[in-house]
């Protein structure tokens, strides 16, 4: 499974952050024209779901072989200490995946939210010279054709 598709624990942020779907996410960061934020978070996301695999990997090997069912006799001291060092590498790269993703979604710009369009109609404002205003219209009064 592809880390891109794998889920992890920083798709709801990242959906939230972005306003968009993870598919749409990962559309739009496969584009050339995709935000520099976006590529890094999602690369960091994709490491992120990576690692949360191989802790849920690690996890479920040490709960198999100290499953109830199981002869207590194959318990191997040995083999819990490494499947711990592992464990405790795979925990530490997960935080370290989640903080530097966080500090990318703290630090990043803000979205550009599309802004509404203001569409003005044109008022065209001519002023006549006094010549081509009517004497009636210059002086104010209302001379009557006997006048």
């Known amino acids: 499974m592809s880390a891109d598709v794998r889920p992890s624990s920083a798709d709801d942020e990242l959906q939230k952050v972005f306003g968009a779907s993870l598919d749409a ?3 739009m960061g496969a584009g050339h024209q995709a935000p520099p934020a976006l590529a890094r978070a999602l690369e960091l996301r994709a490491f992120l779901a990576l690692t949360e695999q191989q802790v849920a990997r690690v996890r479920d ?3 198999a072989d100290t499953a109830p069912e199981r002869d207590i006799g ?3 001291a ?3 200490r490494v499947d711990a060092q592992w464990l405790q590498a795979a925990l530490d790269a997960r935080d370290g ?6 500090e990318l ?3 990043m710009p803000a ?3 599309s802004r509404p369009v203001r569409v003005t109609q044109p008022t065209a404002v001519a002023t ?3 010549a081509a205003v009517p004497a009636v219209m210059r002086t104010g009064s209302a001379a009557g054709p006997g006048r």
Do not use: C, F
Request: a positive charge; charged letters at 30%; proline letters at 7%.
């Open 74 to 76: 194959e318990l191997s």
């Open 128 to 130: 006549l010279a006094p």
């Open 97 to 102: 995946y989640r903080a530097a993703l966080a």
């Open 25 to 27: 996410l990962q559309v």
């Open 61 to 63: 090997r040490v709960h």
């Open 78 to 80: 040995d083999k819990l």
């Open 105 to 107: 979604l703290r630090t």
């Open 111 to 113: 979205p550009e939210r």
